[in-house]
């Protein structure tokens, strides 16, 4: 992994100071949004498509990528190369923010393509580094540094200073990666010239903290404490606390590694409360982790502990504000989609206004003309009596469209507080669950024994196991109900999805004593989205476990009925009441219960198999009483050869 992705991304964006926050991109896309409708030409709407893009990266991934993509196809229908080039572009980058490097690099590779085309010598240094990038993330060094010194030439070549002072700093990372650190050390000191050139002090300070870095690594103490202060001297002149706090922490470093202790936490206190006053958890964090540690060897162990407390919460709300940054972009979907439809209600109602005035207007010219043409009235009367007509059904049905409209906008507004609720509680469980696990590993592990300490270790796998489902029926759910998702449907062996589902959760199943049955026979073949099936079936298997008592089996049968496949999953376990059941595939359930070792469910986990199953034209129903266990049972098309 690289040790300075922030360079990396600081270059490509060539931006130097932080995002905006969500409103305020929120605003800047309504703003483009209205300039859109009034662009004055193709090239000028393809230009405002690609800046919204930009604008949503980060913020709607999807929607950053659907504008993108309607840029390129724009670009293309009037064979507009520049347009295409910048969009192919911008696509790479969103792919390479999904991890997809591979179809990133494609795109990037055919907009430079494009750019030498048309001799963009700027834009083909821009895409050589983000190619660079993605080899560097990658590992892949060689080739970064190949594609990163071509971007150097065309700096070089243009005049393009900045372009060449940041090109010589992400080779010197690159070299730095390679532990080649005598040739990292000369490119920075080349990259660190050119901007006390440009009196670039942003840059400047980033060279001294990158050339610290490395006599860090050689522990050579003074050399590496020389370069922080001189980092440190630009940050106080222009008040870089983001990244004051971190370099305070380097110097603490070298301060412990020449062994004196008292400086080093000097340092690392001031770090800390640097970064406390702009609440920047991460580096908070890591100073107090060292404060700790030093105070732990000075004895001073009251202080250790005070410092350790610090950053175990510091550690939490880390985690919490992960969590909740997941929620607000889930929750922030919901929003922009209802703000969209209620924008549609708005247009159908001024659609309807000027339908009535334009009514209005007709038929007061028609009883003007009427005084000196008697005859042509008589037509022009009954034509507005018809045209009148049609109007006012035409309204009338638009308005039930609207109501219609609202009816279903309140439905989703009540299912999304249902989903958020259902979503908080069943994330707080296993954290919670986590956390008083993690206390007593950290506080009592000299007490515990060892049948303590591996009962807790297995607690805390069955927590992880938990939220990893609940995780992965959330991203499932979402990209289902947001209608993004691809579907690929295909002839589907039922018994390929239900030994894979089998073997997934056979340990888990041996574990409670429960066996996993599925009797051999005639293969059945069915039509679906193998991916939807694989998710609802390994839901129902993990459901049936939990609610299974010891020494029971859990059987799942794959048959044909007719133009159905029809699989079940029957369990021996605690079944349900019928008021559980008619409740149990929808947003309003009151209560759910608990497996027979206190097992927790996902929440979602049945709501989303309704989903699926709706989506692959089958459903899914349940029979099950008390005390006799349940089944369960999913009906798709078969497959006709």
Same mark, same amino acid.
């Given at each position: ?253 070298? $301060?412990?590694? %020449?062994?004196?202790? *008292?400086? #080093? =936490?000097?340092? /690392? @206190?001031?770090?800390?409360?640097? !970064?406390?006053? &702009? ?68 247009? $159908?109602?001024? %659609?309807?206004?000027? *339908?009535? #005035? =334009?009514?209005? /207007? @007709?038929?007061?010219?028609?009883? !003007?003309?009427? &005084? ?77 024994? #060892? ?191």
């Amino acid at each position: 992994m690289m040790r300075n992705p922030v360079i990396f991304a600081v270059w490509l964006l060539a931006a130097l100071l932080p995002f905006s926050v969500h409103a305020q991109k929120a605003e800047k896309i309504e703003r483009l949004k209205s300039e859109l409708s009034r662009a004055a030409s193709d090239t000028a709407e393809i230009g405002i498509l690609l800046t919204l893009a930009m604008t949503y990266e980060g913020y709607q991934m999807d929607s950053a990528m659907a504008y993108a993509l309607e840029s390129l196809e724009k670009s293309e229908r009037i064979n507009y190369t520049k347009g295409r080039a910048d969009a192919m572009l911008h696509i790479g980058r969103l792919k390479r923010d999904q991890n997809k490097e591979v179809e990133a690099l494609g795109h990037m590779f055919d907009a430079l393509k494009l750019y030498r085309e048309i001799g963009d010598n700027v834009q083909i240094a821009n895409s050589l580094n983000d190619i660079s990038i993605i080899y560097a993330n990658s590992g892949d060094f060689k080739n970064s540094l190949d594609y990163f010194k071509q971007a150097l030439e065309i700096f070089k070549q243009t005049g393009d200073e900045k372009g060449e002072s940041y090109a010589l700093n992400n080779i010197g990372i690159i070299y730095q990666e390679m532990k080649d650190e005598a040739s990292a050390k000369d490119y920075f000191i080349q990259s660190l010239n050119i901007k006390i050139k440009r009196k670039d002090l942003y840059g400047i300070s980033r060279g001294y903290t990158n050339l610290g870095s490395i006599a860090e690594t050689h522990q050579a103490w003074d050399e590496a404490m020389g370069y922080y202060k001189k980092a440190d001297s630009i940050y106080r002149l222009t008040n870089d606390k983001q990244v004051q706090g971190p370099n305070y922490l380097a110097m603490a470093r070298v $301060k412990q590694g %020449e062994g004196k202790f *008292a400086e #080093a =936490r000097k340092l /690392a @206190l001031r770090g800390f409360e640097i !970064s406390k006053e &702009i609440n920047e958890l991460s580096t908070m964090s890591r100073c107090s982790k060292l404060i700790a540690e030093l105070d732990e060897h000075a004895g001073n162990y009251k202080s250790s502990l005070a410092y350790q407390k610090i950053y175990n919460q510091l550690a939490d709300s880390l985690n919490n504000k992960n969590h909740k940054a997941t929620l607000e972009e889930l929750k922030g979907k919901f929003n922009v989609e209802e703000k969209e439809r209620e924008i549609v209600l708005l247009k $159908k109602d001024k %659609e309807l206004h000027e *339908a009535r #005035a =334009r009514n209005n /207007a @007709l038929v007061t010219y028609t009883l !003007s003309g009427s &005084i000196v043409f008697l005859l042509l009235i008589l037509g022009l009367i009954y034509y507005a009596y018809r045209t009148t007509k049609t109007a006012r059904d035409s309204l009338a049905n638009k308005n039930k469209e609207i109501e219609q409209q609202k009816d279903d906008l309140d439905k989703l507004n009540k299912d999304k507080d249902r989903f958020f609720s259902i979503l908080s509680h069943d994330l707080r469980s296993p954290l919670n669950s986590l956390k008083g696990l993690s206390y007593l590993l950290f506080n009592h592990a000299d007490s515990l024994t #060892a049948d303590e300490t591996k009962d807790i270790k297995k607690k805390v796998d069955t927590s992880l196991d938990n939220l990893t489902e609940l995780i992965n029926n959330i991203l499932e759910w979402s990209m289902t109900t947001s209608k993004k998702r691809m579907w690929t449907f295909d002839k589907l062996n039922t018994s390929t999805v239900i030994q894979k589902n089998i073997s997934l959760y056979k340990s888990i199943a041996e574990s409670k004593g429960v066996r996993l049955v599925h009797p051999t026979g005639d293969e059945v073949f069915g039509y679906a989205d193998f991916q939807a099936i694989d998710t609802v079936i390994r839901n129902l298997i993990s459901n049936s476990i939990k609610f299974s008592h010891p020494n029971s089996d859990i059987t799942v049968k794959a048959a044909v009925n007719g133009d159905t496949v029809l699989i079940s999953v029957r369990d021996q376990g605690i079944g349900m009441p019928a008021d559980i059941q008619e409740k149990l595939f929808t947003m309003n359930r009151s209560k759910t219960q608990a497996g027979t070792k206190n097992e927790k469910g996902t929440g979602i986990g049945l709501l989303l198999c309704k989903e699926l199953m709706k989506e692959n034209n089958g459903d899914i129903s349940v029979k099950s009483s008390p005390g006799e266990g349940s089944e369960f049972f999913v009906s798709f098309p078969v497959f006709v050869g």
